[in-house]
């Protein structure tokens, strides 16, 4: 393993915005999808079945004609024996495999439906452009589905399969607002 990426999973340090440690800031969370306005509420899973128009929850959104679920991407660290950095995102889909996504998720059977067609919800790094296509491939019970970047073309397919290296990541923490500095320098 790359010796800096080593010794930063294991400090202490503490990121000057939040308090996190390197280690806690590999998984980051969207709590909406983009187009999603900042007004509407998070409410409990329960209130995407009780209520008709638009509505936010933990894991579904409904917006006007729009469908969304909660998704992870994971973006493997280049030199790391398998460490990640993990997305918490939205994916967004057509109706019916909302519909069916819902139905299943209560039971859940979700992995039943395989690998599905979506748009990743949320730019990453923020800010960088046009949804981008992905595939959704479901996980077993519990976890929820894992995203992977279908256009080729992609600088985000390409971190996907080549491994995000630690100056890359850095800069897309920074991306996120956190103020790594005095978790990279000090220690
Ligand atoms: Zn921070």
């Given at each position: 393993m790359?010796?800096?990426?080593?010794?930063?999973?294991?400090?202490?340090?503490?990121?000057?915005?939040?308090?996190?440690?390197?280690?806690q800031l590999l998984s980051l969370s969207c709590d909406r999808p983009d187009v999603c306005p900042d007004d509407l509420v998070v409410q409990d899973n329960s209130a995407v079945l009780e209520e008709r128009g638009?509505?936010?929850t933990?894991?579904?959104?409904?917006?006007?004609?729009l469908r969304f679920v909660r998704a992870v991407l994971a973006l493997p660290l280049a030199d790391s024996r398998g460490a990640e950095f993990l997305l918490g995102t939205w994916a967004s889909l057509n109706e019916d495999d909302f519909d069916a996504y819902l139905d299943l998720f209560d039971m859940r059977?979700?992995?039943?439906?395989?690998?599905?067609?979506?748009?990743?919800?949320?730019?990453?790094?923020?800010?960088?452009?046009?949804?981008?296509?992905c595939m959704r491939h479901m996980r077993p019970e519990g976890e929820y589905p894992e995203l992977q970047v279908s256009e080729s073309?992609?600088?985000l397919a390409r971190l996907?399969?080549?491994?995000?290296?630690?100056?890359e990541l850095l800069e897309l923490l920074y991306a996120y607002g956190h103020d790594l500095p005095s978790l990279v320098y000090d220690s």
């Open positions: 790359d010796a800096h990426l080593a010794r930063m999973l294991t400090s202490a340090r503490q990121c000057r915005c939040c308090g996190a440690t390197f280690a638009d509505v936010l933990e894991d579904f959104c409904r917006y006007g004609k059977e979700t992995e039943s439906m395989g690998s599905r067609p979506a748009w990743l919800a949320n730019a990453i790094p923020p800010e960088s452009g046009a949804p981008v296509a073309n992609n600088a996907q399969q080549t491994g995000v290296q630690l100056e």
